[in-house]
């Protein structure tokens, strides 16, 4: 049982490159979220969606876009990787109607 | 606006001693209260979550929590520490039972000394 997968887990960027963070989840879940998570600031939402095909932005969605073509994948793009997206960041997905969120191992991004 | 106070950046207890941890909300209405925790290298793992009733809840790894609406509290307590409980403890407060938009709070990473 997989549970919530993300890839990759560790990436280094230049100023200016573009990337993908892939979430994967096999249990099902509706609504799927993805948090960054830096030094003193605790988790910060970025963009969620609530189904297929949906997305919202969070607290901080500027710089990222994101996309639920398929209920299982939430993929998290950076267009023009900036310094300040240096974070860790975290996905996380629940089913309609339950409050636990089952969060991904995280990706540590650098960006240089 | 929501939000969510953790006062204690980290703390460092000695094995078996007992633990209690900080968490304050701001919130306009009863919210839905979670502590979640984090092992290096890890996600988050929810240990208890309260959404209405006994207002003491017990959690996964024998953590407990006590909510009091007159402090705007959710503390999360426990009797006796054990080595493997060093992580970093996020509180966290939603609109909802699922709550698209979780508050986390700054966290507070837990030490655990011989």
């Known amino acids: 049982n997989a549970g919530v997968t993300q890839t990759p887990k560790f990436r280094v960027l230049k100023t200016g490159q573009s990337m993908t963070l892939l979430c994967a989840q096999d249990m099902n879940h509706e609504y799927m979220y993805w948090y960054r998570q830096d030094p003193g600031m605790g988790l910060r939402l970025i963009h969620y969606s609530v189904g297929e095909g949906t997305t919202a932005k969070g607290e901080v969605p500027d710089g990222y876009n994101v996309s639920r073509l398929k209920k299982q994948n939430f993929l998290l793009g950076l267009e023009s990787a900036a310094p300040s997206q240096t974070s860790v960041y975290f996905c996380?997905?629940?089913?309609?109607?339950?409050?636990?969120?089952?969060f991904g191992q995280g990706t540590r991004l650098t960006v240089v | 606006a929501q939000s969510v106070t953790q006062p204690d950046i980290h703390i460092t207890v000695s094995e078996g001693a007992s633990l209690e941890l900080r968490c304050n909300y701001s919130y306009g209405a009863t919210p839905y209260l979670f502590w979640y925790v984090q092992s290096p290298g890890q996600g988050l793992q929810l240990l208890l979550k309260?959404?209405?009733?006994?207002?003491l809840v017990q959690g996964i790894k024998g953590f407990e929590a006590e909510f009091k609406r007159s402090q705007s509290s959710f503390n999360l307590r426990k009797p006796s520490v054990h080595w493997s409980d060093a992580a970093e403890y996020f509180c966290?407060?939603?609109?909802?039972?699922?709550?698209?938009?979780?508050?986390f709070g700054a966290g507070t990473r837990l030490f655990v000394k011989a």
């Open positions: 966290a407060v939603a609109p909802g039972a699922g709550g698209f938009k979780t508050i």
């Open positions: 309260y959404f209405s009733g006994d207002t």
């Open positions: 996380a997905s629940r089913t309609q109607g339950k409050s636990e969120a089952f």
